[in-house]
T-cell receptor
Framework: GAVVSQHPSWVICKSGTSVKIECRSLDFQATTMFWYRQFPKQSLMLMATSNEGSKATYEQGVEKDKFLINHASLTLSTLTVTSAHPEDSSFYIC?????????????FGPGTRLTVL | AQKITQTQPGMFVQEKEAVTLDCTYDTSDPSYGLFWYKQPSSGEMIFLIYQGSYDQQNATEGRYSLNFQKARKSANLVISASQLGDSAMYFCAMREDDSNYQLIWGAGTKLIIKP
């Protein structure tokens, strides 16, 4: 149980285009979903926290207009990188949690590797 | 000040030996949880073990155990009988109970198991 999927696993796009990444909780309804960014050999950096039906809460320094987050249902959240540039190249990971779980731990998707040319 | 500190950027350990990965934390919240995650080269984050601040006993999950020393604010991960498949990045994380389930992450330790 507690499986989170992400799609696509990796994507290469041209500079200036937009890329959408989907995060789905497959066998549970997620109270909260999180989006992280990870640079090589570094820890996870929280970008935003999103609850179904409400606007995402972005961390300081994360551009809301560049990283659009939509949490349309209890099982789906999307991250759209708008007008992507090479500096947006990174590993993006989503996670989901459900209130009242054993440890309220975050269940992670497998990640999406984005390369912007 | 860093809330989660992992002082070992990397470790080499011989297969079948036990290994301890250090983690210290800082919080003024009396209720919190501590997590360890494993990240292999594939990138997925794998939950290993959890310790609640009020738990009286150290958490154990198979070959993983957590050496929780509350007064010292440390939560070291112990892996017994290490295996080649244990080679990965290991992250310690903390959740303060008033944090909307957010995790604060350590910098990670890269563990390499030598055959």
């Amino acid at each position: 149980g507690a499986v989170v999927s992400q799609h696509p696993s990796w994507v290469i796009c041209k500079s200036g285009t937009s890329v959408k990444i989907e995060c789905r909780s497959l066998d549970f309804q997620a109270t909260t979903m999180f989006w992280y960014r990870q640079f090589p050999k570094q820890s996870l950096m929280l970008m935003a926290t999103s609850n179904e039906g409400s606007k995402a809460t972005y961390e300081q320094g994360v551009e809301k207009d560049k990283f659009l987050i939509n949490h349309a249902s209890l099982t789906l959240s999307t991250l759209t990188v708008t007008s992507a540039h090479p500096e947006d190249s990174s590993f993006y990971i989503c996670s989901a949690t459900v209130a009242g779980g054993s440890y309220n731990e975050q269940f992670f998707g497998p990640g999406t590797r984005l390369t912007v040319l | 000040a860093q809330k989660i500190t992992q002082t070992q950027p990397g470790m080499f350990v011989q297969e079948k030996e036990a290994v301890t990965l250090d983690c210290t934390y800082d919080t003024s919240d009396p209720s919190y949880g501590l997590f360890w995650y494993k990240q292999p080269s594939s990138g997925e984050m794998i939950f290993l073990i959890y310790q609640g601040s009020y738990d009286q006993q150290n958490a154990t999950e198979g070959r993983y155990s957590l050496n929780f020393q509350k007064a010292r604010k440390s939560a070291n991960l112990v892996i017994s009988a290490s295996q080649l498949g244990d080679s990965a990045m290991y992250f310690c994380a903390m959740r303060e109970d008033d944090s909307n389930y957010q995790l604060i992450w350590g910098a990670g330790t890269k563990l390499i198991i030598k055959p």
